[in-house]
């Protein structure tokens, strides 16, 4: 389909986009936090909490190499326990901002303070955590607690938000975690660099999302090296070491023969894609409009951040963008492989004020994914297509120039430069 034709059929429906913002806006999520403690009341006995089933774990990073760690597990709904833990069936089930919220605060974080340096440590509180991140299904734990809840809930654009916590005194695991044989080959060899195991999982089926929760229970790595990794920190390396792996296979790869551009939305969060021929390259580039969240000045300028790497790859941290870069060059990256070719790859990002509350860069990398699961539109060229876009974006070509290294080279027109 040409390019000009296949944008016309992405006008979004104004009245429609106003009505969901309203919805969306509803706030019930500060009354489902207020039920959450009459929810703990009942199932809490005394200090403990019992019959808890543990999809998942949280590392935080105040305070390395002294973190919070701890065990989440949903108050009232153990049977649907792997429904809670973030993955990219959320997706797939058309999970909205408030859905997600939610479930991230029907979950509660029983934690206590670790020295991330585990090595071989199976026991404990830190142990039964590690039996948890390790296993392939959710697993029913005692959790002892030590002092009331704190309902606060804490957001993050990288990690998914967390809900309340308490402080635990104790954990107790009441059955035997199922660990797949695959995590068991890579406890097992002391030797194994964190990179190469990550790689091996992938290989083997694992998402990246069970990858970084096994990174952050610190199961990876050579023996005496194996750390705890705040679950922020996990989400990016498990993304960057991924990307790279598959920057590798596709290094010798025939470029693709057009120019395609493909587009997602999900949650407020708008995507272009465009793929031309030509060795592997990547940049992302951010567009946060005024009164979306990490620019909610509703009266503000746009806000732009980008980042990009040429044929070799990066050698330092994205900072403008940060987890954003490496969960969307994932995406294209997967999709490059799958198809057995390698492209020059441009993603725009626009963030609209529907984007009322981060849910994590899941998103991005979800969004990202699934935007090549539909049709694309042609373009007779990589500054062609980029010309068609930009009347869609709320910045001008040369706002756009001055961002985007990729963009930089295209000639520009006195219309460029209007405001």
């Known amino acids: 389909m040409r390019l000009d034709e296949y944008i016309d059929d992405l006008h979004p429906d104004e009245e429609e986009r106003r009505r969901r913002l309203a919805e969306e806006k509803s706030y019930e999520i500060l009354d489902y936090v207020d039920d959450f403690e009459d929810r703990f009341s009942e199932v809490a006995q005394g200090d403990s909490l019992f019959g808890s089933t543990s999809p998942s774990v949280f590392v935080g990073r105040s305070s390395y190499p002294n973190v919070s760690t701890g ?18 069936d959320w997706y797939q089930r058309g999970l909205d901002i408030d859905n997600v919220l939610q479930y991230r605060t029907g979950l509660l974080n029983s934690n206590r303070s670790a020295k991330v340096n585990v090595d071989d440590v199976w026991d404990g509180f830190v142990g039964v955590q590690r039996e948890i991140a390790i ?15 704190d309902l606060d809930v804490n957001v993050d654009d ?33 030797d194994w660099q964190a990179q190469g195991a990550m790689n091996y999982l992938y290989r083997r089926g694992f ?4 990858i970084n929760t096994i990174l952050s229970a610190g199961a990876l790595g050579r023996g005496q090296n194996r750390k705890l990794v705040p679950t922020r920190w996990s989400i990016t390396a498990v993304d960057d070491t991924v990307g790279q792996y598959l920057r590798g296979r596709i290094r010798n790869a025939p470029s ?16 272009w894609v465009i793929l031309a021929p030509g060795q592997w390259e990547f940049e992302l580039v951010e567009m946060k409009a005024p009164g979306s969240i990490w620019n909610p000045s509703p009266t503000g300028d746009i806000w732009m951040g980008s980042a ?40 725009l990002r626009e963030v609209s004020d529907d984007y009322w509350a981060p849910v994590g860069v899941w998103q991005v990398r ?10 694309f539109g042609e373009a007779e060229s990589f500054h062609r297509a980029v010309r068609e876009i930009v009347p869609q974006l709320p910045i001008s070509m040369n706002s756009l120039r001055r961002k985007s290294e990729m963009v930089s080279g295209v000639q520009a027109n006195l219309s460029d430069f209007a405001p």
């Open 71 to 88: 065990i989440l597990s949903p108050v009232g709904a153990e049977e649907n326990a792997s429904e809670f833990a973030t993955s990219g």
């Open 135 to 149: 296993a392939d299904r959710p697993v029913d734990v005692e959790i002892g607690l030590t002092e009331k809840l």
């Open 366 to 375: 979800e969004s990202v994914r699934n935007a090549f699961d539909g049709r």
């Open 207 to 210: 998402d990246v999302y069970d």
């Open 256 to 271: 693709i023969d057009e120019t395609q551009v493909w587009v997602n939305e999900y949650m407020g969060n708008r995507y």
């Open 158 to 190: 990288i990690a998914t938000p967390t809900g309340p916590t308490a402080r635990a005194s104790s954990a107790d695991l009441t059955e035997n975690p199922h660990v797949p044989r695959a995590v068991k080959k890579t406890l097992e060899d002391d």
């Open 308 to 347: 990009h790497e040429g044929f070799e790859g990066r050698t330092s941290y994205v900072d403008e963008t940060a987890g954003a870069y490496y969960a969307s060059r994932l995406g294209v990256l997967e999709h490059l492989e799958d198809i057995g070719r390698q492209a020059k790859a441009l993603v």
